[in-house]
């Protein structure tokens, strides 16, 4: 075994950002998107990519998950989507049209579509993905003409910050790309 492999694999895992702490006296929406980009902290810390997603109902959290694909073998383990079950699980009711979705990257196909068919009254995501976001990016399937629930969506909230964090976790994936496989190679999880 090649020792230098193996620091590479340990380096790998570390994430350079830290988490945020908000204040809790100004609840609004760079407030919960830390609590997101935290998450996505969480997610670089198991090797996953960082997104992460809370959900807000009455001011206060009900769900908050990171991106989960590679340790629940799960192509559908997106933040977005567990924070779904687990809001609609919270409340017992799968219609979450009192609550907001904040997310630290435009939801791709999968998970614009899930916020349509849960009723998410609203969507805040903070960078704007023009591959695969769904929500103003490649394209807004929330706008489709005939859709009978309209999410009311806010983009560009701590954009840099989240954006910083997806791109230094590819950045150093493809520095140990020789010595190990890369994250994942869905184009709907690959970084800008
Ligand atoms: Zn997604």
Same mark, same amino acid.
């Given at each position: ?16 950002? =830290? ?5 809790? @006296?100004?609840?609004?929406?760079? %407030?919960?998107?830390? !609590? $997101?980009?935290? &998450? /996505? ?23 908050? =998950? ?5 340790? @629940?073998?799960?192509?559908?383990? %997106?933040?977005?989507? !567990? $924070?779904?079950? &687990? /809001? ?23 998970? =614009? ?80």
């Amino acid at each position: 075994m090649n020792p230098t492999n193996e620091s590479a694999g340990q380096r790998r895992l570390e994430c350079p950002f =830290a988490k945020l702490h908000p204040s809790q @006296l100004v609840k609004d929406d760079t %407030h919960f998107m830390a !609590l $997101a980009f935290n &998450q /996505a902290v969480e997610a670089w810390r198991i090797d996953e990519v960082p997104i992460g997603a809370v959900i807000v109902k009455d001011g206060a959290v009900i769900a908050a =998950a990171h991106n989960a694909v590679e340790s @629940l073998n799960d192509p559908t383990a %997106h933040a977005e989507i !567990l $924070a779904i079950t &687990q /809001a609609a699980r919270h409340i017992g009711n799968w219609r979450l049209n009192e609550c907001t979705l904040y997310v630290t990257k435009e939801p791709c196909p999968m998970c =614009a579509g899930a916020t349509i068919m849960s009723r998410l009254g609203r969507v805040v995501y903070a960078w704007g993905d023009p591959k695969m976001g769904c929500m103003g990016g490649a394209t807004a399937t929330h706008e489709l003409p005939k859709l009978n629930h309209r999410v009311s969506v806010t983009r560009g909230v701590m954009e840099e910050e989240c954006r910083s964090i997806l791109q230094a976790y590819f950045a150093m994936k493809r520095a140990f790309a020789k010595s190990d496989a890369p994250a994942s190679e869905d184009p709907a999880q690959e970084a800008p």
